[in-house]
């Protein structure tokens, strides 16, 4: 049967829906494409999947009932996998409502589409912004999310909680993916890695902020695509889940599980430019996180998978990537650390 992949033209949608064809599936993907950042950039990554044999796509906003209603009673799927959302920490604080269209009503829509379908399994994206004030690292999926400090965060630990209770009402199979920092080819142009690269590209400052004191997962989006493939095959059962209600609910942390500081992502970028980078140190925003990092054991003790791309690595195909597809490489002479 047919698999539903919401925001199929995204960085991580296009790259599961990409794995997902290659290993036989029929997928039917919906995006909006919303002009949030390049349109074109979206419209690119649909083409590649558009070449894929198992394809289908419809242009709908999650946003829109009427819309998910008709998509829901057209087709039949039986699996889906809901990465459709209004992204961006700092976004958040100047478009809220959008958050709010996107992130509740819409994942409203489909998980009600799903509970109707009675899918196998409900996989939907979260984020490691939901761990918000916690100061304790690694996160752990158990620790207490109760203080997200954006409200992205806040809507994300809202989709688990409704995600939750169909689950236990209904007993919708559901899995919720926190993602970390996740980088790669085909990135957003959002992201640090592609603003920096950006940059250095220009000739122009990078905007580091925190003075550059901060910590992240970076996770590299093949290791992504891995665990959600893997954990799609793994829907929960009742009786699986951690609470005491035994609903057919589970939450994985999907990261690197690897505490890397921010410069020497910097520095990863700079040795696979060979050109080293101007900062422009800027102080703390607000809605950043200091500090992430992920406690990946329950994904490897289900999965028995466990990310393993470096940075180093990873940085490097992102600006092979990046230097083909935009035709861009760094002007003037380099600069060598020794």
């Known amino acids: 049967m047919t698999l539903l992949i919401t925001g199929v033209a995204g960085f991580i949608g296009a790259a599961v829906a990409s794995r997902l064809l290659r290993d036989g599936e029929s997928v039917f993907g919906i995006d909006n494409l919303c002009p949030y950042y390049d349109v074109k950039l979206k419209e690119a990554r649909l083409a590649l999947l558009q070449r894929q044999p198992g394809f289908r796509f419809a242009h709908v906003d999650i946003a829109d009932r009427a819309a998910m209603a008709d998509l829901f009673q057209s087709e039949r799927f039986d699996r889906v996998v809901h990465l459709a959302a209004q992204v961006g ?25 799903a509970r109707a379908q009675r899918v196998r399994h409900f996989m939907f994206a979260s984020t490691s912004a939901v ?55 085909w990135t957003r142009p959002d992201m640090a890695l592609f603003k920096f690269a950006r940059a250095i ?39 699986e889940g951690d609470d005491a209600t035994g609903a057919p609910y589970r939450i994985f942390n999907i990261g690197c599980g690897r505490r890397i500081e921010l410069l020497d992502y910097v520095r990863a970028l700079e040795a696979a430019f060979g050109r080293e980078a101007e900062l422009q140190l800027l102080p703390m925003q607000p809605g950043d996180m200091e500090a992430t990092m992920a406690d990946v054991s329950r994904l490897e003790r289900v999965t028995g998978y466990r990310p393993s791309t470096t940075v180093e690595e990873g940085v490097r195909r992102f600006v092979d ?3 083909a597809h935009y035709g861009a490489a760094p002007s003037g002479p380099s600069n060598d650390r020794g």
């Open 321 to 323: 990537w990046y230097v």
């Open 89 to 113: 920490v700092r976004y958040s604080l100047e478009q809220p409502l959008m958050y709010v269209d996107s992130n509740l009503v819409g994942f409203s829509h489909v998980l009600e589409g």
């Open 201 to 239: 590209v220009a000739g122009d400052k990078l905007p580091v902020y925190n003075s550059g004191r901060m910590v992240r997962d970076f996770t590299y989006i093949d290791d992504v695509v891995e665990a959600v493939t893997q954990l799609l095959a793994r829907p929960p059962a009742a009786g």
């Open 131 to 185: 761990y918000g004030g916690n100061r304790k690292l690694p996160f752990s999926e158990s620790d207490n999310v109760d203080h997200p400090i954006t409200l992205y965060g806040a809507t994300k630990k809202s989709n688990e909680l409704t995600a939750h209770s169909y689950a236990h009402l209904y007993g919708l199979p559901c899995t919720g993916l926190r993602f970390f920092t996740v980088y790669g080819p």
